[in-house]
């Protein structure tokens, strides 16, 4: 990243994403969301074990871990340095030689080999600011393959940040199509999807008799296709 209109993503990383005692306990403060929906919601698109997935700011692998457990070729990239040792340690002592952990950017990652057959981001694209997240979402489209899938997520029910980011991103990128999400590919839980087919859970959803037990954390997920 040489180029000097280009800005520092370091700079808008997020000051606690840089901080080794921040990381550590990164886990146990963000707890252990279950991966396997959107390892099914990539499956379905027909990603195996010969697929290669791309997780953009991949964190400490709440992800990218699980996935290399599934899919061909995992590259989880992320800006901080301190999130990369993280999940190379985790993933060597998962013995996961197939997870490639990437010290990169949306805007800076050069992606090599084979167009990606998926791209994952959950929590991170929000880093960016806005004119520099249109520029990443295409940077995006363009490691897709053909009929490549992008899993957009993020931990916000801000519309802007969700619905709105995908809306912008669509007009920005006739190469790229919503591909609506069934109830059935999360265990039948039509109250999370969206008349547009994307993921939206509420703490409202999933009740229970005792109310500590009850209720999702408010989430958003699109999947798009690469036509
Ligand atoms: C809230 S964490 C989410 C991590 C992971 N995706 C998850 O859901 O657990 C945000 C991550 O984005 C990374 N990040 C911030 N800006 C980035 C950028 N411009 N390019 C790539 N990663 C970035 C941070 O270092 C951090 O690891």
Same mark, same amino acid.
Request: proline share 7%; with cysteine; hydrophobic share 40%.
């Given at each position: 990243?040489?180029?000097?209109?280009?800005?520092?993503?370091?700079?808008? /990383?997020?000051?606690?994403?840089?901080?080794?005692? #921040? !990381?550590?306990?990164?886990?146990?403060?963000?707890?252990?969301?279950?991966?396997?929906?959107?390892? +099914?919601? #990539?499956? $379905?698109?027909?990603?195996? &074990?010969?697929? *290669?997935?791309?997780?953009?700011? $991949?964190?400490?692998?709440?992800?990218?871990?699980?996935?290399?457990?599934? #899919?061909?070729?995992?590259? $989880?990239v992320?800006?901080?340095?301190?999130?990369?040792?993280?999940?190379?340690?985790?993933?060597?002592? +998962? =013995?996961?030689?197939?997870?490639? /952990? *990437?010290?990169a950017? @949306?805007?800076s990652y050069?992606?090599? =080999?084979? &167009?990606?057959?998926?791209?994952?981001?959950? %929590?991170?694209? %929000?880093?960016? &600011?806005?004119?520099?997240?249109?520029?990443?979402?295409?940077?995006?489209?363009?490691?897709?393959?053909?009929?490549?899938?992008?899993?957009?997520?993020?931990?916000?029910?801000?519309?802007?940040?969700?619905?709105?980011?995908?809306?912008? @991103?669509?007009?920005?990128?006739?190469?790229?199509?919503? /591909?609506?999400?069934?109830?059935?590919? !999360? $265990?039948?839980?039509?109250?999370? *999807?969206?008349?547009?087919?994307?993921?939206?859970?509420?703490?409202?959803?999933?009740?229970?008799?005792?109310?500590?037990?009850? =209720?999702?954390? =408010? #989430?958003? +997920?699109?999947?798009? *296709?690469?036509?």
């Open positions: 990243m040489t180029d000097a209109w280009m800005i520092d993503e370091l700079a808008y /990383a997020g000051p606690e994403h840089l901080d080794t005692e #921040f !990381v550590a306990g990164y886990d146990r403060k963000q707890g252990y969301p279950d991966p396997e929906q959107e390892l +099914a919601v #990539f499956a $379905a698109q027909g990603l195996g &074990p010969q697929s *290669v997935l791309v997780d953009l700011g $991949a964190g400490t692998g709440q992800f990218a871990l699980p996935a290399a457990r599934r #899919f061909g070729q995992v590259i $989880a992320d800006i901080s340095p301190v999130m990369v040792r993280q999940l190379t340690e985790r993933a060597a002592a +998962a =013995g996961l030689a197939n997870l490639h /952990a *990437v010290r950017g @949306f805007l050069e992606h090599q =080999g084979p &167009p990606a057959d998926g791209v994952y981001t959950r %929590h991170a694209l %929000h880093q960016l &600011p806005d004119f520099w997240k249109t520029i990443a979402l295409g940077r995006i489209a363009r490691l897709l393959r053909p009929g490549g899938t992008l899993v957009y997520c993020t931990c916000s029910l801000e519309p802007e940040e969700g619905e709105q980011a995908v809306s912008r @991103f669509l007009a920005a990128e006739p190469s790229m199509r919503r /591909a609506p999400i069934e109830a059935s590919e !999360v $265990a039948g839980l039509a109250e999370i *999807v969206t008349a547009e087919g994307d993921l939206r859970t509420l703490p409202c959803h999933l009740p229970h008799d005792d109310p500590r037990l009850g =209720g999702l954390d =408010g #989430f958003y +997920a699109a999947r798009l *296709v690469k036509s």
